[in-house]
């Protein structure tokens, strides 16, 4: 049976605490060979020193202040080293995709590949209930490969080599992209960049022994006087043992995630010849198929599709599992032949797929979310969601998800579509989204936008905004998630500016509605750390006992949501309070609305973000309780679960498909 998203998230946290005990093991097993070498290097000159008819001085193994030394030597170089690369990478996949020399591409893109390219991973972020992540070419690179890096999914980046794009079908497109979203969902990306750190600071110690070696030429002591060749050697040498052992590490971390980002791929696409045929593409392509030429390659080894550099002399040092057994876990019938690909296909698009005879699937608003995107003309009936329905969805979308994100967005009018990819544009559809529905308050509203953020966005959003309040509730959610990856391409000030605009906007009626604040937290939050805002914290509360309290602030508001009615707000609380499973003692009550407002809600939700994965699977099935009292979820309650679980670092796919 398939673990389930905070299951997932859990075991990615524990192999992560698995990585620090590697680690302190690898440097306590350095320090103590650093210290030999000292030992040995210094007592070798000393005898040289000596005589030649003058005994030996004695060796004494067992040195305290030296050991002292080098131990705080060692411990200090490598954190210095993996601070430093920690530091640098804290703006999250950006950073490493910038690092590989990737070009960004932009979201507007009407080059036919990068299009291609484009949709694929805006069909992807959309199933998954996540905001469309950068997505980056490595235009010097033909062979194929990719990775996905960052510390979420919010500062998510997808990156592909220029063979990646050029020689792959769609199909087999989706499915490398499918195996990326796997590593995005399942924690891995933070995991991968923590190594990378780590590895970073034990080779610090082989770069010092290099310029030990680089410091000793030319020196004016005679080779036996002084000590630093030999000790370069020595550092150089252990250094590089420490490295070996980072990429054993590296190696058994990763060979086991490539199988079961496979299988989530396949599971998420339902077609096992995607992924296969990318694979087989790979080894049609021979020895250098995913090779990667770039200097940094080596360090991202274990990020990779496939292995992007030279194969290991041991096999317990292959980062990725051999190609042949990554097929034949979809193809049983795989006979390891690869047929061969031509290089000199990367200016041709890729081969037309074959043509089927099974019928086109049907229309999903049709089967499933039971009409079409737009409120005009024939109302559509809302799905059916059932609350014990909701935790079982969150980080595994499935096949009806791929394909309600593909028709959902090709539904979007096309203002919406070509507003979410153009960065200005962009914060005119996050502005239409928050505007009144009253035409007075409204115009009251625009008049002050003009004002703060300039007449061509205000007539921006005032032209948007007739297509974004039909839309139905389930778009609004895709639609800012789509913009958010847009925004990501704001200067630093155009985004101070639209930050300050969106708080003014959501309380500019006198009343913030929940959804809308809930739905300016997403928006910032996933671009704070993007533009020098808070980093991703790590987690703080292992407990439930201390964050009853938010718990309780979290589950009124929800309650206060769907009536006014005294008794049904009681009822809807208590329908969700019991699945929190909150310390017998510890109080936990239905709170006055003045005590579940904007900034209670605000601080409660920062620090639930902080908790450990059981906490939040506790507290998103109450919520979904809460919010399906009446023994079914609407559709913008349905929304603004999604927003509260995406501000928990939880995405949750789209609600209702395949109920």
Known sequence: MPMDFFARQDQARKKTRWLVVYFALAVAAMIAAIYIAFILIFSG????????????????????????????????MVLIGSTYKTMALAAGGSAVSEMMGGRLVAPSSTVPDERKLLNVVEEMAIAAGVPVPPVYV??????????????????????????????????ELQGVIGHEFSHILNGDMRMNLRLMGMIFGILCLAILGRILLQTARGGGRSRGQNPLPLLGLALLVIGYIGVFFGRLIQAAVSRQREFLADAASVQFTRNPGGITGALKKIGGLGETGSRLTHAHAEELTHFFFVNGVSEPFIGLLETHPPLGERIRAFDPAFDGKFSYVRYDGLGQPPEAPAKSNHPPPPNIFDTVVGGAILASGEPARPPVIRAQSVLPRLGQPTPL???????????????????????????????????????????????????????????????????????????????????????RHLTAEQ?????????????????????????????????????????PKPVQFYTLKPLVPDCAVVLSALANVGSADAGKIQNAFDAGAPFLHAPAGVPLALLPGEQCGVEPLDAALNRLALAVPIIKKNLLQACAHVVGADGVIQETEAEL?????????????PLGVGE
């Open 138 to 171: 490595l235009d010097e690179e033909d062979g194929i490969n990719a990775f996905a890096a960052g510390h979420q999914p919010g500062d998510a980046t997808v990156t592909v080599t220029r063979g990646c794009m050029k020689l792959l079908s769609r199909d």
């Open 45 to 76: 000159v000393q005898a040289h020193q000596q005589g030649y008819g003058d005994p030996p001085p004695p060796m004494t193994l067992w040195q305290p202040l030296l050991f002292i030394i080098v131990s705080l030597g060692t411990l200090g």
């Open 641 to 653: 679960l999604r927003a509260v679980a995406d501000t928990l670092d939880c995405p949750m796919p």
């Open 495 to 535: 985004f101070n500016q639209f930050s300050e605009t969106l708080q003014w906007l959501v309380a500019s009626d006198g009343k913030v509605e929940l959804f809308e604040f809930v739905l300016q937290k997403v928006v910032l939050r996933h671009l704070a750390p993007q533009f020098g805002g808070a980093r």
């Open 401 to 487: 998800h791929l394909q309600y994100a593909e028709q959902l967005r090709d539904a979007l009018p096309a203002s919406v579509k070509a507003a979410a990819r153009e960065p200005l544009e962009a914060t005119a559809l996050i502005y239409a989204l928050i505007l009144s529905l009253d035409e007075a308050e409204r115009a009251t509203q625009l008049a002050e936008l003009g004002k703060r953020a300039g007449p061509e966005i205000a007539q921006k959003t005032a032209a948007l905004f007739p297509d974004v309040s039909q839309a139905a509730a389930h778009a609004h959610l895709p639609m800012v998630n789509l913009a958010i990856g847009t925004l």
